[in-house]
Structure formats: C-alpha cells, structure tokens
C-alpha cells in the first residue's frame, strides 16, 4: 500500500485510509493531470447507462438524433451527442462497453452496474 520495501498490504497502517495516496503515485498522478479532466472509469449502481464526457472514449460512435436526455442526480438535463461503444482497461482484462452514451457536459465516465454485483 505505502510502498515501503518488504512491507505488505496486510500489515500496512495506511490499508484503511482513503486519503492515503503512495509519494510515487502522487508524482505520476501531478503528471498526467495536466489538464483536470478525470478519464478514470466509476462504477455506479444507480446509473442505468454508460456514460462518457469524453468522445474519444468512444470506439464506434454514432451522433444520437434523439430527444432524451441524461439527468443528473439534481435533476439537470444532459443532452446526449453520440452512442457507441468504449473499450475500459483493466489491470485484469479489458472490458467491451456497448451502448456508452457521450454526454459533453458530464465530468465523470461511468460505467452502470446492477446493485446486485455492489
């Protein structure tokens, strides 16, 4: 977790602290963050699709010609520009989204999951 050499996760002070941020990725994150947009992927169970504020995110993309709008949880209205798909990498594997929405006005990519797997 802190990165100190033969120290493991489990016996680490920080595991808990979600504030806790390694030196080592605090350098990297100041980094790439040169522009303060976010392109991690969030999982959210109250989202019911994939949404994206960036269009390069999107693979295969079509504009959208409909009339629906996304609604933030305030209730504001968010038009929505294009559908297609985004390919999410993970350490593990890389995941297919299909149906991602690109919402221009939204800041975070979220990706819609059933509560059942939360």
Same mark, same amino acid.
């Given at each position: ?53 960036? =269009? ?44 991602? =929405? ?17």
């Amino acid at each position: 977790m802190c990165l100190k050499e033969g120290h493991s996760a489990v016996n680490c002070w920080y595991r808990f602290d979600e504030d806790f941020v390694p030196p080592e990725e605090k350098t990297a994150a100041a980094a790439s963050n040169n522009y303060g947009i976010d392109t991690n992927w969030y999982t959210d169970s109250g989202s019911t699709d994939h949404i994206t504020g960036e =269009l390069d995110k999107i693979t295969i993309r079509d504009r959208y010609s409909g009339d629906q709008q996304i609604h933030a949880a305030n209730g504001t209205g968010m038009d929505i520009a294009h559908i297609g798909h985004a390919l999410c990498h993970t350490p593990s594997r890389d995941l297919l989204l299909k149906n991602v =929405l690109h919402v221009p006005q939204t800041s975070k990519n979220l990706i819609s999951i059933h509560r059942a797997y939360c």
